[in-house]
Nanobody, 124 residues
Framework: QLQLVESGGGLVHTGGSLTLSCSAS????????IGWFRQAPGKEREGVSS????????MYSHSVRGRFTVSRDIAKNTVYLQMNSLKPEDTAVYYC?????????????????WGQGTQVTVSS
């Protein structure tokens, strides 16, 4: 059974950086599209970024484009989300998940095998 685990969250000041990792057990990620999502208190879960199985195609939400970079290391069975120039509005629990459709999508309903999430807090 595929299980995803997110790590790398923490507390940073505005303008700081963090790198989140999404690792897998029970199966490999190399043939799967992976998405990153976040959910702030009282808000719906929103798509942040996605990456195709080879890493050749990526997608970003408007709110993070130019600041966040998604990548994958097939040998390490891990997908990363490099977050730069962080803002207080980036504060949320961040999740990774496996895309269940074809192509790329940032819609949470299109994903499964959700990890437990990692907290990112950006102080002003």
């Amino acid at each position: 059974q595929l299980q995803l685990v997110e790590s790398g969250g923490g507390l940073v000041h505005t303008g700081g950086s963090l790198t989140l990792s999404c690792s897998a057990s029970g199966s490999t990620l190399d043939n799967r599209v992976i998405g990153w999502f976040r959910q702030a208190p009282g808000k719906e879960r929103e798509g942040v970024s996605s990456i195709n199985n080879s890493g050749s195609r990526t997608m970003y939400s408007h709110s993070v484009r130019g600041r966040f970079t998604v990548s994958r290391d097939i040998a390490k069975n891990t997908v990363y989300l490099q977050m730069n120039s962080l803002k207080p509005e980036d504060t949320a629990v961040y999740y990774c998940a496996v895309f269940l459709g074809s192509g790329l999508s940032l819609g949470p309903a299109d994903y499964g095998y959700w990890g437990q999430g990692t907290q990112v807090t950006v102080s002003s």
